[in-house]
T-cell receptor, first 111, second 114 residues
Framework: GQSLEQPSEVTAVEGAIVQINCTYQ??????LSWYQQHDGGAPTFLSYNALDGLEETGRFSSFLSRSDSYGYLLLQELQMKDSASYFC????????????FGKGTKLSVKP | NAGVTQTPKFQVLKTGQSMTLQCAQD?????MSWYRQDPGMGLRLIHYSVGAGITDQGEVPNGYNVSRSTTEDFPLRLLSAAPSQTSVYFC?????????????FGPGTRLLVL
């Protein structure tokens, strides 16, 4: 089968660094992607990792370890507007189009 | 360029009623999909399509039908609504459906089945 595990909630203070983890189990791995969703809004694409290592995009970075079936999203210099839910996603069984999301991590940024 | 559009934004149905949720995209994307989102459950894939005339089932297809007669449109049909189908429905599209691609989501349809 396939599964994606994420913590359900994370709390951090403004200006801090937070890491949101994702472990996955799927046959035919083609990469891990991350999405952000604000309350009442639609998910938006943040990043993608196909190879091991860190991908940096501004304040956000995403890391992948294929040998550990593990990835994380790192958010630096947290701002109040980063309060949102964050989802990791993989292709189920490697099948094109069968994109499966984790249950999401709700990040609350406190002043 | 409107991206992905969904109609209606809100809908209230009675148990047993049928309806169609509309989704359209103007980016010439081959891949389109439907997700439902329930509290604590994340996004669950209902059906998807990798091109006109091709559809496939996702994680939770029961109670829903789809068809893809054009590249632009991907309607989702509820033939006999049930309270368990109360949810927020998102349509998404991307070039070919690869995990490396940006999935563009519509604004969502909030459905309440009484």
């Amino acid at each position: 089968g396939q599964s994606l595990e994420q913590p359900s909630e994370v709390t951090a203070v403004e200006g801090a660094i937070v890491q949101i983890n994702c472990t996955y189990q799927t046959s035919g791995f083609y990469g891990l992607s991350w999405y952000q969703q604000h309350d009442g809004g639609a998910p938006t694409f943040l990043s993608y990792n196909a190879l091991d290592g860190l991908e940096e995009t501004g304040r956000f970075s995403s890391f992948l370890s294929r040998s550990d079936s593990y990835g994380y999203l790192l958010l630096q210099e947290l701002q109040m507007k980063d309060s949102a839910s964050y989802f990791c996603a993989v292709l189920y069984g490697g099948s094109q189009g069968n994109l499966i999301f984790g249950k999401g991590t709700k990040l609350s940024v406190k002043p | 360029n409107a991206g992905v559009t969904q109609t209606p934004k809100f809908q209230v149905l009675k148990t047993g009623q049928s309806m169609t949720l509309q989704c359209a995209q103007d980016m010439n994307h081959e891949y389109m999909s439907w997700y439902r989102q329930d509290p604590g459950m994340g996004l669950r894939l209902i059906h998807y399509s990798v091109g006109a005339g091709i559809t496939d089932q996702g994680e939770v297809p029961n109670g829903y039908n789809v068809s893809r007669s054009t590249t632009e449109d991907f309607p989702l049909r509820l033939l006999s609504a049930a309270p368990s189908q109360t949810s927020v429905y998102f349509c998404a599209s991307s070039a070919t459906g690869g995990v490396q691609e940006t999935q563009y989501f519509g604004p969502g349809t909030r459905l309440l089945v009484l």
